[in-house]
């Protein structure tokens, strides 16, 4: 038997029930994850600061120096910059999508409430170093790309933690819509970062990052100190994961958490191998269409202030302000999502449809987005509901749905390794969107705009096995009900 992780007393002793516990553990891991994006969020707002239009402050000063650049931050002064600032973003993503691989394997045999604060500490300090650049007077690009590399490792620590920390304590009944709405951590961090980030940028840009550095090292020490990784480990019953009926579509209709139920002491499992987890129904195809839908969102997340500031004239701060609206929108969407794939079962059809509308959305945001404040902030809200949706949806839901299967009879030392594969595989396309938009920028943000349109045609076309399966298993469901024998 698997001995429950120590847990102080006189924390949880004021706790003495499950949905109290359940409770818990919804707001500490939203806390967590929040701040985590609170945190990778600066940098796009401090971009357009660390090479802004210096012609527009008055007359150069420095007599030695460029008279187009001379108020940008070196190494970021020369015509290269968009570049750099993809290395930048590059650095950070990749180091991500390599640790999250890795990190799932840690996160299935360490104890998940050391792992997570530990990396939530650690991912302070390098956001904060990050920002000590300024007040150190660093001008050398080196520093900047290993902090990046250090912060995104470090950061690989977060999501298979707290989904599997959520996976543990609720079941699949209404696992789409409950995670939907927790789910709207993501947006809310973007929002957040956005607005302490926006809050210094133009007076003393370091501060951008070392608030957001401190604000994730203090929650990352009350998880620590609160969070309960399993109901075992406080005398709760687990929840049901996957219920026993013949509809054969992937996500099927859950009944709900079975907290009633008797526990039975059963012999731990061993963790699932990499591999085996690859194996699991739907990992691959999910994981793959994961890749291009996280494409297009973190290519909004790093370039979407800078390319207002350069087709709406707007300035630092106020571009800053604006991009938040595409994270509301990315709210809506994922509980949307959520709502709905819990009510037809088809998770992988409610990604589809929304990436079918989001492409032709992009095309209209882009051609007429900024004609009017008013237009572009609906068109931002719906773009964001339309691309985070399914990026939310299959992160959280499906994640657990994935880690939790019935092929796996009962292992829930899956969900860690699932979660981490299919994120990490999410994390390869993080990388690549913000590394081709910063390539592909300087031809025009049109052609930006076609590469966006094109990864949300492929994270469809991922999905079209899946999407066919969960047709077939409602036709079978329908034929069922009707009195008629499927064969």
């Known amino acids: 038997l698997r001995p429950p992780i120590p847990v102080p007393q006189t924390l949880t002793s004021p706790l003495p029930s499950s949905p109290s516990y359940r409770g818990l553990t919804l707001v500490l891991t939203f806390l967590s994850y ?3 994006h609170l945190s990778r969020k600066p940098i796009s707002i401090v971009k357009s600061q660390l090479h802004p239009n210096c012609s527009t402050l008055g007359p150069n000063p420095y007599n030695d120096s460029n008279s187009s650049t001379w108020c940008s931050w070196a190494p970021f002064d020369g015509d290269n910059y968009k570049e750099l600032f993809g290395a930048l973003d590059n650095a950070f993503l990749v180091a991500y999508a ?7 394997i840690f996160g299935e045999r360490l104890p998940l409430r050391y792992y997570l604060s530990g990396g939530m500490v650690l991912s302070g300090l390098f956001t904060a170093l990050f920002g000590l650049g300024y007040f150190w007077d660093i001008h050398v690009l080196w520093y900047f790309i290993v902090v990046q590399v250090c912060n995104g490792l470090v950061q690989t620590t977060g999501w298979p933690a707290v989904v599997a920390c959520v996976g543990n304590w609720f079941g699949k009944g209404k696992r789409g819509l409950i995670m939907g709405i927790w789910n709207s951590h993501t947006s809310v961090g973007n929002i957040l970062g956005s607005l302490i980030a926006g809050a210094w940028v ?10 957001p550095g401190v604000i994730i090292t203090i929650v990352g020490i009350i998880c620590f100190f609160f969070l309960v990784e399993y109901p075992e480990d406080v005398d709760c019953s687990p929840p049901l994961h996957h219920v026993s009926h013949t509809n054969t579509h992937l996500s099927g209709q859950g009944s709900g958490d079975h907290s009633n139920s008797p ?3 059963a012999e731990e499992p061993e963790a699932i191998s990499f591999l085996g987890a690859l194996r699991i129904p739907g990992v691959v195809e999910f994981s793959l269409c994961l890749l291009f839908a996280k494409l297009v969102s973190y290519t909004f997340l790093y370039w979407l202030p800078l390319y207002i500031v350069n087709v709406a004239h707007f300035g630092a701060k106020e571009a800053g302000d604006l991009s938040t609206l ?7 969407g994922g509980i949307f999502a959520g709502l709905i794939s819990d009510y037809t079962g088809g998770r992988a059809t409610t ?16 051609h007429v987005g900024q004609n009017g404040i008013g237009t572009s902030i609906a068109m931002l809200i719906i773009c964001g509901a339309l691309v985070n949706g399914p990026y939310a949806l299959i992160t959280t839901a499906v994640s657990a749905d994935l880690g939790t299967h019935e092929s796996l ?7 860690s390794t699932v979660t981490a594969i299919i994120d990490g595989t999410g ?5 690549l969107g913000p590394l081709l938009a910063g390539l592909i920028s300087p031809t025009g943000w049109n052609n930006v705009f076609y590469m966006l349109i094109a990864a949300d045609v492929l994270a469809c076309l991922l999905l079209a096995r899946v999407v066919v399966k969960e047709a077939r298993g409602w036709c079978g469901y329908m034929a069922r009900q009707r009195g008629y024998v499927v064969t």
């Open 34 to 36: 929040t701040s985590y």
């Open 98 to 104: 390599i640790g999250m691989f890795i990190s799932g």
């Open 202 to 211: 133009s007076s003393a840009w370091g501060l951008s990052f070392v608030v």
């Open 263 to 265: 526990k039975e002491p």
């Open 326 to 332: 595409f994270d509301v929108g990315g709210i809506l």
């Open 351 to 366: 990604c589809c449809v929304m990436l079918v509308v989001a492409a032709p959305v992009l095309f209209l945001y882009n």
């Open 409 to 415: 009879k009962g292992n829930a030392k899956a969900l």
């Open 427 to 431: 994390s390869v396309g993080a990388a």
